[in-house]
């Protein structure tokens, strides 16, 4: 490299101007002529004295290979600067004489990166300790005041403390100078701000990562507003604690901007005679996005929750897109169906070192498809059609960017969308495109320098990074350096003379001249350094061929629909119909599509075999059984998070709906016991619980798939123990209610609410006036009153029930089931005559003291008295044996078996009001069913089908094949981990710090994996 | 099996059980006594109808019961059986087919079973029964002491003898249940009781039976650092690793620290240290210890132990136990598995591995019994235990090993197989009536008799049924 005598930055070229003057002057007319909008440049700024001064911002970047934009490069092109803007980009130009002029050859220049999700971090971890206010703005329903556990939120501002859209970035941008030269040396130039705590977290801001006051940084301010399903910085006993909380929150939140804007606007229309609306910070905020004048950007932090967002930025009229949770390779189709823009983190899950090799079996395969895939996810996103911009965010070395970037584009994403990803896509997406994201005529003059082959070999360095016109030199690397430069580095030092001052003075990495005899080593001592690197270089680029290949298989691979022919015929087989058919022997059963054509014996002459359609599936069923889909009325299995939103005593607005976990293996384990529809309830932790969501368990499926749409809503209600707390310890006695009579008490309270609610809506409709606030809680609640949601009621004693009866009767509302209702033998009378179902255990009791009294003929006693009977699991490995449990009513109390099968087949249909629907093989149901090796009361039985909607989700015969499947690929996946550890030589692993566990981060999925949740326990 | 019995000399001495309570039910009374004089059952039903009134002052102390389905268990089952028993004492299996004559004292009770199922009665192993009555009712639990090193802890003095669960365990054919001392490192000693008895005393039949040992958890905690509530607390996994041998090592040192101790005794120190004194017949090798541990690293750890060492170990829990199947099998290790009914806990296991796995451990040779866990609420539902046999025989175990470790292995592993287990001459009186298959979830357990004793088939749960089922319909 040719070195200016003059110069002391040994990296900074400058080259004297040897054009001529008049053909300048011409080039300056003529610029002047066609942009008259660039004049006047305004003149530097001068400083006071005793400042440095500013330099001069006139360059001419010569020689380097120009990146336009991605596709567009020019080689040895010139790039003029004037001012902090690109005055010309071009090849042959000549730069005018007051440039300072760059010689650039063999550097190749991008146009400045931006980091579109930039979050800086809190500067104190944890906020100090609040003391009890008297007056906050905050939810009233955690206990009578001064004892209340949610402390509430100081001064004005929304109801929920974690919902902050009032914050903005671009007010608290103070960023330290050591984070900003961090993502310099990346070649980051520009980054969108962005608030990190919260659940609505306020806007974010475009700033330009250069060492000046904010006031310049700040490109634009309020850029977007954030939002995240962030359950990591939750309060325990605040409100929203569970995922389906932080989703209501939202959703409440939104539909309260809202109101907020109808309501000002009718007092500013009449401000006499009502009462003054109040002043919210936090919805004034909400406003601009709420009228999609600003986007929302979610977080989901889940594979399945984008699937939530997009149904939740459509359901809200939102202007919307992502950021990945580098989860989107386990349902690629969601991510297609949200159709927007993803920003995407490079965070990837790094290998771990387990301190013994048997250590190695709690290693999930999950897990372990989760790193494999975590650099492909990037390429997938690409592959469904999407935008995509990428971050650093979430790296807890932001240094490992560059080493991951690579690595996805390894794995097949295309470096010019790697580019597009650093420049024009989050310059579009940040609505900068005007400003940033080329080199092009008038833009801002953010360039990114890189030497050797460019940004997307990792070895080469970013050399250099323009901000606004400025040059930001990155720290170089010692490392890197030839001794020879070093040498001459010092050299040069010592020879120092005045020269231009440029802000990259503070260069840390400089070496000072008494260090030249530690530089100045022996040959063979750099010999053996050279053989250690070309060893080190060796082992990476073997690393690096290990991890390029993937191994992991897609989750969705053999999973979901095993058969589904237009046709399926089964002869010969005891059919248990559930209907008024009853059991039939030797009986065939017709399946059309997805419904139950024909179920008829041989021997029944008046019916002639009907026709079968072509292709259709024929079996011989003898010897077997043959069972309607198994129901379970009461399940909490297939929900994502929490399974209780456990803070408030009325929760009304959370729903499961929001929540459902599509990609649990449990859906697989409780097909493989016959079950094909299961209730899932919100747990009883509060006496008005959520919203419930029944689904059938079509494997494979979306989360939305996975629903039974036709089924009515429903609520869960709470009653004992749990929502009085009892068992939650000594410390949490302040919640009303604590007693049963309490429990009464609030229930009232809610329904006179919303009646009242009810009453205040209609009462607008009909004649006007200002607009009642959407309430999600009351809505709900109005809609029991109005006979469209269903209440399913966990209880147990008997007081209770009948308490819940009575006070519902008042209302004129008729209770759909009492759940768990393991006294209801004492009141069975009483619950017949209301008309609520019972859906109880077989035989569970005494795991507390309101069970002491359960007894196993529960079940048996109210069926005889006239109750609508089920027995339910509660439990996701008891749902796997539903059909052994309706074996124990035979046993207990009698109950004949085939009215004993119905406990888990038609009778819960009937509780859910789907058994137009299921329960029971008639024609014209859904073809729900499950094939059985003997009677499904028979401890001997084994499932070997499970059928909806006509295909075949279970097959025995199929099991050992893809469990062999599942076993060969972690195999191949532990095979591939070790071979990478053994590369790295069980150094502790280069590339992983000992803290970072995040390999081990379970993915909300499959949080619950081999767990039983049930809301026997209080805490669920 | 002969058709004949040798009445003389088969009492053995069981002045160690002492009579329960004979707890006479309404039905008991009602059934009619039949007593005959060298009965044949060709002349039965004649000379049934013949004596049908008859009054005996004869003792009662004989009881032939009859025309049973006789699950012997240690042999074949006899479709018409007919036992024998004396003194609570079983003294006579008889095959009903065989024309050898059955002989029986003059003054026996006929007791007809009506062709229903005759079973020696189920053991529970490593139970809280009796330990823990309300799961949520701190009061009623006496289950878990504190500290990591307690063998002087002894289930058995802390049984409640009128908790409710018991009857209605015994009411599906669990007769005795081995309470274990929960928690810790060395748990405590546990003992055999009958379900059955008017006081803890009475109830014990044989102490301590094991001593329990809860494997310290291999298992690594690999919550992410900022997951952490208080990130003081996180520990990487290398620490992870070091702690976890520091704790096998205490626990390796404290067993050997028992045998210097007993060595010591026997060469005649008298300092009674009560903790060591307790681990005496550990450390002699009278007792087992039984090993609680699911995953397969303690597993295989405690059985390198034992070897290594020479412990006589009985794996209770066992999760995992079916990957290390040929191991346990070469060191006749029996396990107590205790998840049959456990979800898959690995992501790419089978969704039945844990209702195969009995089958695959007794095929490499290993001996299963059943549990059905530990806990207050597994006490509850103590009652299920035949059930997670039975789920084990629909995914392939023979139906005789489950039986089989349901009664005589379990009695077997905790050394009363001489008098328990299985329905043999010599063998304590200790057997159900069922209505059918007992692994069937639709029959019912009708008669129960424990050490010859009927016993009522009462509990909480037949009261309550019997009450409300009363309760006057609405008009």
């Given at each position: 490299?040719?070195?200016?005598?003059?110069?002391?930055?040994?990296?900074?070229?400058?080259?004297?101007?040897?054009?001529?003057?008049?053909?300048?002057?011409?080039?300056?007319?003529?610029?002047l002529?066609?942009?008259?909008?660039?004049?006047?440049?305004?003149?530097?700024?001068?400083?006071?004295?005793?400042?440095?001064?500013?330099?001069?911002?006139?360059?001419?970047?010569?020689?380097?290979?120009?990146?336009?934009?991605?596709?567009?490069?020019?080689d040895?092109?010139?790039?003029?600067?004037?001012?902090g803007?690109?005055?010309?980009?071009?090849?042959?130009?000549?730069?005018?004489?007051?440039?300072?002029?760059?010689?650039?050859?063999?550097?190749?220049?991008?146009?400045?990166?931006?980091?579109?999700?930039?979050?800086?971090?809190?500067?104190?971890?944890?906020?100090?300790?609040?003391?009890?206010?008297?007056?906050?703005?905050?939810?009233?329903?955690?206990?009578?005041?001064?004892?209340?556990?949610?402390?509430?939120?100081?001064?004005?501002?929304?109801?929920?403390?974690?919902?902050?859209?009032?914050?903005?970035?671009?007010?608290?941008?103070?960023?330290?100078?050591?984070?900003?030269?961090?993502?310099?040396?990346?070649?980051?130039?520009?980054?969108?701000?962005t608030?990190?705590?919260?659940?609505?977290?306020?806007?974010?801001?475009?700033?330009?990562?250069?060492?000046?006051?904010?006031?310049?940084?700040?490109?634009?301010?309020?850029?977007?507003?954030?939002?995240?399903?962030?359950?990591?910085?939750r309060?325990?006993?605040?409100?929203?604690?569970s995922?389906?909380?932080?989703?209501?929150?939202?959703?409440?939140?939104?539909?309260?901007?809202?109101?907020?804007?109808?309501?000002?606007?009718?007092?500013?229309?009449?401000?006499?005679?009502?009462a003054?609306?109040?002043?919210?910070?936090?919805?004034?905020?909400?406003?601009p996005?709420?009228?999609?004048?600003?986007?929302?950007v979610?977080?989901?932090r889940?594979?399945?929750?984008?699937?939530?967002?997009?149904?939740?930025?459509?359901?809200?009229?939102?202007?919307?897109f992502?950021?990945s949770?580098?989860?989107?390779?386990?349902?690629?189709?969601?991510?297609?169906?949200?159709?927007?823009?993803?920003?995407?983190?490079?965070?990837?899950?790094?290998?771990?070192?387990?301190p013994?090799?048997?250590?190695?079996?709690?290693?999930?395969?999950?897990?372990?498809?989760?790193?494999?895939?975590?650099?492909?996810?990037?390429?997938?996103?690409?592959?469904?059609?999407?935008?995509?911009?990428?971050?650093?965010?979430?790296?807890?070395?932001?240094?490992?960017?560059?080493?991951?970037?690579?690595?996805?584009?390894?794995?097949?994403?295309?470096?010019?969308?790697?580019?597009?990803?650093?420049?024009?896509?989050?310059?579009?997406?940040?609505?900068?495109?005007?400003?940033?994201?080329?080199?092009?005529?008038?833009?801002?003059?953010?360039?990114?320098?890189?030497?050797?082959?460019?940004?997307?070999?990792?070895?080469?360095?970013?050399?250099?990074?323009?901000?606004?016109?400025?040059?930001?030199?990155?720290?170089?690397?010692?490392?890197?350096?030839?001794?020879?430069?070093?040498?001459?580095?010092?050299?040069?030092?010592?020879?120092?003379?005045?020269?231009?001052?440029?802000?990259?003075?503070?260069?840390p990495?400089?070496?000072?001249?008494?260090?030249k005899?530690?530089?100045t080593?022996?040959?063979?001592?750099?010999?053996?350094?050279?053989?250690?690197?070309?060893?080190?270089?060796e082992?990476?680029?073997?690393?690096?061929?290990?991890?390029?290949q993937r191994?992991?298989?897609s989750?969705?691979?053999?999973?979901?629909?095993?058969?589904?022919?237009?046709?399926?015929?089964?002869?010969?087989?005891?059919?248990?119909?559930?209907?008024?058919?009853g059991r039939?022997e030797?009986?065939?059963?017709l399946?059309?599509?997805?419904?139950?054509?024909?179920?008829?014996?041989?021997?029944?002459?008046?019916?002639?075999?009907?026709?079968?359609?072509?292709?259709?599936?024929?079996?011989?069923?003898?010897?077997?059984?043959?069972?309607?889909?198994?129901?379970?009325?009461?399940?909490?299995?297939?929900?994502?998070?929490?399974v209780?939103?456990s803070?408030?005593?009325?929760?009304?607005?959370?729903?499961?709906?929001?929540?459902?976990?599509?990609?649990?293996?449990?859906?697989?384990?409780?097909?493989?016991?016959?079950l094909?529809?299961?209730?899932?309830?919100?747990?009883?932790?509060?006496?008005?619980?959520?919203?419930?969501?029944?689904?059938?368990?079509?494997?494979?499926?979306?989360?939305?798939?996975?629903?039974?749409?036709?089924?009515p809503q429903?609520?869960k209600?709470?009653l004992g123990?749990?929502?009085?707390?009892?068992?939650?310890?000594?410390?949490?006695?302040?919640?009303?209610?604590?007693?049963?009579?309490?429990?009464?008490?609030?229930?009232?309270?809610?329904?006179?609410?919303?009646?009242?609610?009810?009453?205040?809506?209609?009462?607008?409709?009909?004649?006007?006036?200002?607009?009642?606030?959407?309430?999600?809680?009351?809505?709900?609640?109005?809609?029991?009153?109005?006979?469209?949601?269903?209440?399913?009621?966990?209880?147990?004693?008997?007081?209770e029930?009948?308490?819940?009866?009575r006070?519902?009767?008042?209302?004129?509302?008729?209770?759909?089931?009492?759940?768990?209702?393991?006294?209801g033998?004492?009141?069975?009378?009483?619950?017949?005559?209301?008309?609520?179902?019972?859906?109880?255990?077989?035989?569970?009791?005494?795991?507390?003291?309101?069970?002491?009294?359960?007894?196993?003929?529960?079940?048996?006693?109210?069926?005889?008295?006239?109750?609508?009977?089920?027995?339910?699991?509660?439990?996701?490995d008891?749902?796997?044996?539903?059909?052994?449990?309706?074996?124990?009513?035979?046993?207990?109390?009698g109950?004949?078996?085939?009215?004993?099968?119905?406990?888990?087949?038609?009778?819960?249909?009937?509780?859910?009001?789907?058994?137009?629907?299921?329960g029971?093989?008639?024609?014209?149901?859904?073809?729900?069913f499950?094939?059985?090796?003997?009677?499904?009361?028979?401890?001997?039985?084994?499932?070997?089908?499970?059928?909806?909607?006509?295909?075949?989700?279970?097959?025995?015969?199929?099991?050992?094949?893809?469990?062999?499947?599942?076993?060969?690929?972690?195999?191949d996946?532990?095979?591939?981990?070790?071979?990478l550890?053994?590369?790295?030589?069980?150094?502790?692993?280069?590339?992983?710090?000992?803290?970072?566990?995040?390999?081990?981060?379970?993915?909300?999925?499959?949080?619950y994996d081999?767990?039983?949740?049930?809301?026997?326990?209080?805490?669920? | 099996?002969?058709?004949?019995s040798?009445?003389?000399?088969?009492?053995?001495?069981?002045?160690?059980?002492?009579?329960?309570?004979?707890?006479?039910?309404?039905?008991?009374?009602?059934?009619?006594?039949?007593?005959?004089?060298?009965?044949?059952?060709?002349?039965?039903?004649?000379?049934?109808?013949?004596?049908?009134?008859?009054?005996?002052?004869?003792?009662?102390e004989?009881v032939?019961?009859?025309?049973?389905?006789?699950?012997?268990?240690?042999?074949?089952?006899?479709?018409?059986?007919?036992?024998?028993?004396?003194?609570?004492?079983?003294?006579?299996?008889?095959?009903?087919?065989?024309?050898?004559r059955?002989?029986y004292?003059?003054?026996?009770?006929?007791v007809?079973?009506?062709?229903?199922?005759?079973?020696?009665g189920?053991?529970?192993?490593?139970?809280?029964?009796?330990?823990?009555?309300?799961?949520?009712?701190?009061?009623?639990?006496?289950?878990?002491?504190?500290?990591?090193?307690?063998?002087?802890?002894?289930?058995?003095?802390?049984?409640?003898?009128?908790?409710?669960?018991?009857?209605?365990?015994?009411?599906?054919?669990?007769?005795?249940?081995?309470p274990?001392?929960?928690?810790?490192?060395?748990?405590?000693?546990?003992?055999?009781?009958?379900?059955?008895?008017?006081?803890?005393?009475?109830?014990?039949?044989?102490?301590?039976?094991?001593?329990h040992?809860?494997?310290?958890?291999?298992?690594?905690?690999?919550?992410?650092?900022?997951?952490?509530?208080?990130?003081?607390?996180?520990?990487?996994?290398?620490?992870?690793?070091?702690?976890?041998?520091?704790?096998?090592?205490?626990?390796?040192?404290?067993?050997?620290?028992?045998?210097?101790?007993?060595?010591?005794?026997?060469?005649?120190?008298?300092?009674?240290?009560?903790?060591?004194?307790?681990?005496?017949?550990?450390?002699?090798?009278?007792i087992?210890?039984?090993?609680?541990?699911?995953?397969?690293?303690?597993?295989?750890?405690?059985?390198?132990?034992?070897?290594?060492?020479d412990?006589?170990?009985?794996?209770?829990?066992?999760?995992?136990?079916?990957?290390?199947?040929d191991?346990?099998?070469?060191?006749?290790?029996?396990?107590?598995?205790?998840?049959?009914?456990?979800?898959?806990?690995?992501?790419?296991?089978?969704?039945?591995?844990?209702?195969?796995?009995?089958?695959?451990?007794r095929?490499?040779?290993?001996?299963?019994?059943?549990?059905?866990?530990?806990?207050?609420?597994?006490?509850?539902?103590?009652?299920?235990?035949?059930?997670?046999?039975?789920?084990?025989?629909?995914?392939?175990?023979?139906?005789?090993?489950?039986?089989?470790?349901?009664?005589?292995?379990?009695?077997?592993?905790?050394?009363?197989?001489?008098?328990?287990?299985?329905?043999?001459?010599?063998?304590?009186?200790?057997?159900?009536?069922?209505d059918?298959?007992?692994?069937?979830?639709?029959?019912?357990?009708?008669?129960?008799?424990?050490?010859?004793?009927?016993?009522?088939?009462?509990?909480?749960?037949?009261?309550?049924?019997?009450?409300?089922?009363?309760?006057?319909?609405?008009?």
């Amino acid at each position: 490299m040719p070195r200016c005598p003059l110069h002391n930055e040994p990296e900074l070229i400058t080259k004297p101007t040897q054009f001529n003057r008049g053909f300048l002057l011409g080039i300056f007319a003529l610029l002047l002529l066609v942009c008259p909008c660039l004049l006047p440049a305004a003149p530097a700024e001068l400083l006071p004295s005793g400042f440095r001064p500013v330099p001069p911002g006139v360059h001419a970047l010569v020689g380097a290979t120009v990146v336009v934009k991605p596709g567009e490069v020019l080689d040895s092109a010139t790039i003029l600067i004037r001012d902090g803007y690109i005055e010309k980009v071009g090849k042959n130009l000549t730069p005018p004489p007051d440039a300072r002029v760059w010689d650039m050859k063999g550097l190749t220049i991008y146009a400045g990166f931006i980091d579109p999700y930039l979050t800086l971090g809190a500067k104190s971890k944890s906020a100090p300790a609040k003391k009890q206010l008297d007056l906050t703005a905050g939810v009233k329903f955690l206990g009578v005041n001064p004892q209340e556990r949610d402390a509430g939120t100081e001064g004005p501002g929304y109801e929920v403390a974690r919902i902050t859209p009032e914050r903005r970035a671009a007010q608290t941008f103070s960023p330290d100078a050591k984070s900003l030269a961090q993502l310099r040396e990346l070649g980051f130039t520009a980054a969108n701000v962005t608030p990190e705590k919260g659940i609505i977290r306020g806007t974010s801001a475009l700033v330009a990562l250069s060492d000046v006051e904010p006031n310049r940084a700040i490109i634009k301010p309020d850029v977007f507003q954030h939002i995240a399903f962030d359950l990591e910085n939750r309060k325990e006993d605040v409100y929203p604690e569970s995922l389906m909380g932080v989703v209501a929150v939202v959703r409440q939140s939104f539909f309260d901007a809202q109101h907020y804007i109808l309501d000002q606007a009718d007092f500013h229309k009449r401000p006499f005679g009502r009462a003054r609306p109040e002043f919210n910070p936090g919805l004034e905020a909400l406003i601009p996005a709420t009228e999609k004048k600003m986007t929302v950007v979610f977080e989901p932090r889940d594979a399945l929750l984008v699937d939530r967002a997009t149904r939740m930025a459509h359901e809200l009229n939102l202007d919307y897109f992502m950021v990945s949770s580098g989860q989107e390779w386990r349902r690629p189709d969601l991510a297609k169906a949200a159709a927007v823009p993803f920003i995407v983190p490079l965070n990837f899950p790094v290998l771990p070192k387990m301190p013994q090799p048997d250590d190695w079996q709690q290693v999930t395969l999950d897990q372990l498809r989760a790193w494999d895939w975590a650099p492909e996810n990037p390429a997938v996103l690409r592959k469904q059609g999407l935008e995509i911009a990428v971050t650093t965010y979430g790296l807890t070395d932001k240094k490992d960017f560059r080493k991951n970037l690579r690595l996805a584009v390894d794995r097949g994403l295309a470096e010019n969308d790697a580019l597009a990803a650093l420049t024009t896509v989050p310059a579009r997406l940040c609505g900068a495109e005007n400003m940033l994201g080329t080199i092009e005529f008038g833009k801002q003059a953010n360039l990114t320098v890189v030497e050797g082959k460019g940004y997307f070999d990792p070895e080469a360095k970013v050399q250099s990074v323009w901000i606004d016109g400025r040059f930001y030199r990155i720290p170089s690397d010692e490392e890197k350096e030839s001794k020879e430069e070093k040498v001459a580095k010092v050299e040069e030092k010592k020879e120092a003379v005045a020269k231009p001052v440029t802000p990259e003075e503070g260069d840390p990495n400089r070496v000072k001249p008494e260090e030249k005899g530690k530089v100045t080593t022996t040959a063979k001592e750099e010999k053996s350094k050279e053989d250690k690197k070309q060893a080190e270089k060796e082992q990476k680029l073997a690393k690096m061929k290990v991890l390029q290949q993937r191994v992991a298989h897609s989750p969705l691979e053999g999973r979901g629909v095993l058969a589904s022919p237009p046709g399926v015929l089964i002869r010969n087989a005891t059919v248990w119909t559930c209907g008024p058919t009853g059991r039939l022997e030797n009986a065939n059963l017709l399946i059309i599509s997805n419904k139950i054509a024909a179920v008829w014996q041989e021997k029944d002459a008046s019916k002639t075999s009907p026709r079968i359609p072509a292709g259709s599936l024929e079996m011989d069923g003898t010897g077997l059984n043959i069972t309607p889909g198994l129901i379970d009325c009461h399940s909490h299995s297939m929900i994502l998070g929490d399974v209780n939103e456990s803070t408030l005593t009325s929760t009304a607005m959370v729903r499961i709906g929001d929540v459902v976990n599509s990609e649990t293996p449990n859906i697989y384990d409780q097909l493989a016991g016959g079950l094909t529809v299961a209730n899932l309830l919100h747990g009883s932790a509060n006496p008005i619980g959520g919203q419930n969501c029944v689904v059938k368990l079509r494997d494979g499926e979306t989360p939305q798939g996975l629903k039974f749409i036709e089924a009515p809503q429903g609520i869960k209600f709470a009653l004992g123990e749990n929502v009085k707390q009892s068992n939650w310890g000594d410390k949490i006695v302040t919640r009303f209610p604590q007693t049963r009579m309490g429990v009464q008490t609030f229930f009232a309270n809610r329904f006179i609410a919303a009646r009242q609610y009810l009453k205040t809506w209609a009462d607008f409709k009909k004649s006007g006036g200002p607009p009642p606030r959407r309430d999600l809680e009351l809505e709900a609640i109005g809609e029991i009153l109005d006979g469209t949601r269903l209440i399913h009621c966990h209880s147990y004693r008997q007081d209770e029930i009948l308490m819940l009866i009575r006070l519902m009767e008042q209302f004129n509302v008729k209770i759909g089931t009492f759940q768990h209702v393991l006294e209801g033998y004492k009141v069975a009378d009483e619950i017949a005559q209301h008309g609520a179902g019972g859906s109880t255990f077989a035989d569970w009791w005494a795991y507390k003291f309101e069970v002491y009294d359960a007894i196993p003929q529960n079940g048996s006693l109210m069926r005889d008295r006239g109750v609508l009977v089920s027995f339910n699991s509660d439990s996701d490995d008891l749902a796997r044996r539903l059909y052994l449990e309706a074996a124990k009513a035979v046993k207990y109390g009698g109950t004949p078996e085939e009215e004993a099968l119905k406990f888990v087949t038609l009778n819960p249909a009937k509780q859910l009001h789907i058994d137009h629907r299921v329960g029971s093989l008639e024609p014209g149901k859904d073809a729900d069913f499950a094939i059985w090796s003997k009677s499904p009361l028979d401890f001997q039985t084994v499932c070997q089908q499970t059928w909806i909607d006509g295909k075949k989700y279970f097959d025995l015969s199929l099991a050992p094949a893809r469990t062999a499947a599942l076993a060969r690929e972690r195999d191949d996946l532990l095979a591939k981990a070790k071979k990478l550890n053994a590369l790295s030589n069980g150094d502790g692993g280069s590339d992983s710090s000992s803290d970072d566990n995040s390999f081990f981060n379970l993915s909300l999925e499959h949080q619950y994996d081999g767990h039983i949740r049930h809301c026997r326990d209080d805490e669920e | 099996m002969t058709g004949t019995s040798v009445i003389a000399g088969m009492m053995k001495n069981n002045s160690n059980i002492d009579r329960a309570p004979c707890l006479s039910s309404a039905s008991h009374l009602a059934r009619p006594k039949v007593i005959a004089r060298r009965l044949s059952p060709l002349f039965g039903l004649f000379l049934l109808l013949f004596l049908f009134t008859a009054v005996t002052t004869a003792s009662a102390e004989s009881v032939l019961l009859q025309h049973a389905i006789v699950h012997t268990v240690s042999g074949e089952t006899l479709p018409h059986g007919s036992v024998l028993i004396q003194s609570g004492k079983i003294v006579g299996v008889f095959d009903e087919t065989q024309p050898t004559r059955i002989t029986y004292p003059a003054d026996a009770t006929l007791v007809d079973l009506q062709g229903q199922h005759l079973y020696p009665g189920i053991i529970a192993l490593n139970s809280a029964l009796g330990l823990g009555e309300i799961d949520a009712v701190r009061a009623t639990q006496d289950t878990t002491e504190v500290g990591d090193y307690r063998p002087d802890v002894q289930s058995w003095i802390a049984v409640n003898p009128d908790s409710e669960l018991i009857p209605v365990t015994r009411a599906n054919g669990i007769t005795h249940a081995e309470p274990a001392p929960q928690g810790g490192v060395v748990g405590g000693l546990s003992a055999l009781i009958a379900l059955d008895g008017w006081t803890t005393e009475q109830m014990t039949i044989k102490h301590p039976v094991a001593l329990h040992l809860y494997w310290p958890s291999m298992e690594l905690n690999t919550t992410p650092k900022e997951k952490f509530k208080d990130e003081s607390k996180y520990k990487s996994l290398e620490d992870q690793a070091k702690e976890r041998k520091a704790k096998f090592k205490a626990l390796d040192d404290f067993f050997l620290e028992a045998r210097a101790y007993a060595r010591a005794r026997t060469a005649g120190n008298s300092d009674i240290n009560p903790p060591w004194e307790a681990m005496l017949p550990v450390a002699r090798g009278q007792i087992p210890i039984m090993v609680h541990a699911h995953d397969v690293r303690e597993i295989k750890a405690a059985v390198k132990w034992a070897q290594t060492n020479d412990y006589k170990i009985i794996l209770a829990g066992g999760r995992d136990a079916w990957q290390v199947a040929d191991l346990l099998a070469a060191r006749q290790i029996p396990v107590i598995y205790e998840s049959t009914w456990t979800l898959p806990q690995h992501d790419h296991e089978a969704y039945d591995v844990h209702f195969r796995a009995p089958e695959l451990l007794r095929k490499a040779g290993v001996k299963v019994v059943f549990g059905n866990g530990s806990g207050s609420f597994d006490a509850a539902m103590a009652k299920n235990l035949p059930y997670a046999a039975a789920q084990a025989v629909a995914f392939g175990l023979p139906e005789s090993e489950a039986l089989k470790g349901l009664t005589l292995y379990p009695a077997q592993l905790l050394g009363v197989a001489d008098r328990l287990g299985s329905i043999e001459p010599g063998k304590e009186a200790t057997f159900f009536v069922a209505d059918g298959d007992i692994l069937d979830l639709r029959v019912n357990v009708k008669r129960m008799w424990i050490a010859g004793h009927e016993v009522s088939l009462e509990s909480r749960h037949t009261r309550l049924y019997e009450k409300y089922k009363n309760r006057p319909r609405p008009k």
